[in-house]
Structure formats: C-alpha cells, structure tokens
C-alpha cells in the first residue's frame, strides 16, 4: 500500500514539473503510476489531499534552502547574500516547476491549499533574512525590507537572469549592491525632499 501511495505522489509530481498541475488529471496520474483511477481516489479521496501529498513530497526532494541556519549571520547583507545564493539556486534547479505552478495557481484553488505547507516555508524564508531590519523606522526601513523581499522573489530571479543574462552570481550582486544603496549610513538621517521654490 504505502509503495503504491508513493508511486502514485511521484507520477503527479512528475505532471506537475513536465506539464503543470492542471494537466495532472486523474486519469494521467493513474496511466502514469501504472494504477487504476479507484487506486488513486482510494489512497486521495480528493484533489487536496493529493497536493498536499506532493508538496511534502517536493519539499524533501527539491533542495528548498532551509533558512534556520541563517540565523547565526548577524550581518543582514551577509544573510542576505547567504538566503539569495541559496535561493537563486533552487529557482533554477526547479525553474520549469515554479513556473507551471504560478501558471496553474490562478486557475486552480485545490493547489492553492494543498500548497500551504510550502508557502508557510517560503514566508520562514522571508521572515529570517527581512527581521534583521526590522527595527529600522520610517519610510527608509520600508524601502530597505521591501527591496531584500523583492530580490528573494522567482520572478525577479527570472528577470535578471532569464531575460537579461545575469548569471546568478551576478543577479546575487546585483540586489545585494541596490539593497545596501538604498539603506541609509548608521547614524545619518533621511532628508524628505523638500519642495522647490517658485521664482516669481
């Protein structure tokens, strides 16, 4: 039983990263794992239950960076740079499964919350590298944290490397430079532009 349950898990998840979890029916799941479709429902009564199974399943296979050793870097742009390395590396490994599952997710709600386990990953992997600036007030701190999250993003990864050829060392660079731009000198203070005067 349990050989079965985990054959028919691989052959979904193999659908999910060759085709997309939309194109994984029943039916293709079943041909795929060699099993008929009453197989399938009897170890999933429902779609949920199968996504759930190869998000766990995904996650044990397909490197996803675990952030709890982060947490000895104090400096933030070494954290950062440590989260990124990681995660640019994973992006790529598992490019054309992100991508079919951002593709499919709009579209279908069973993987949306089949997937919370994995969301709640990624949110683990946000909140480590962002809490270092946590305490940094105003608008300056906001610009700071939005841009480290932004650059933790798949779609950003894949803008900088896929559309404009980055190689992901570069890409890496490159966000860790435009967040330390953007973060104001210890001690300094951030000037509110002021309006420009009009010459009569």
């Known amino acids: 039983m349990d050989a079965t349950r985990e ?15 939309a194109y994984a029916t029943i039916s293709a799941i079943a041909k795929r794992a060699r099993v008929e479709r009453h197989t399938v429902y009897r170890h999933f009564p429902d779609l949920v ?3 759930r199974a190869c998000t766990e399943h995904g996650m044990r296979t397909t490197g996803l960076p675990d952030p709890g050793g982060w947490r000895s870097l104090d400096d933030p742009y070494e954290r950062l740079r440590t989260a990124l390395t990681a995660m640019y590396r994973y992006w790529r490994a598992n490019q054309q499964l992100i991508s079919n599952i951002l593709r499919d997710s709009p579209v279908m709600p069973e993987l949306v919350e089949g997937s919370t386990a994995y969301q709640d990953h990624l949110g683990r992997v946000w909140q480590t590298v962002l809490e270092l600036w946590a305490s940094m007030p105003g608008e300056a701190g906001q610009r700071v944290r939005a841009l480290a999250g932004a650059a933790l993003e798949f779609g ?11 190689s992901d060392e570069a890409a890496v660079d490159a966000m860790v430079a435009a967040v330390r731009s953007s973060d104001p000198p210890a001690g300094s203070t951030v000037r509110t532009p002021q309006k420009r005067r009009r010459t009569p």
């Open 7 to 21: 054959r028919i898990v691989r052959a979904a998840f193999e659908l999910h990263q060759q085709r997309g979890p």
């Open 49 to 51: 239950a199968l996504m």
């Open 156 to 166: 950003t990864w894949q803008s900088l490397t896929e559309r404009h050829g980055l």
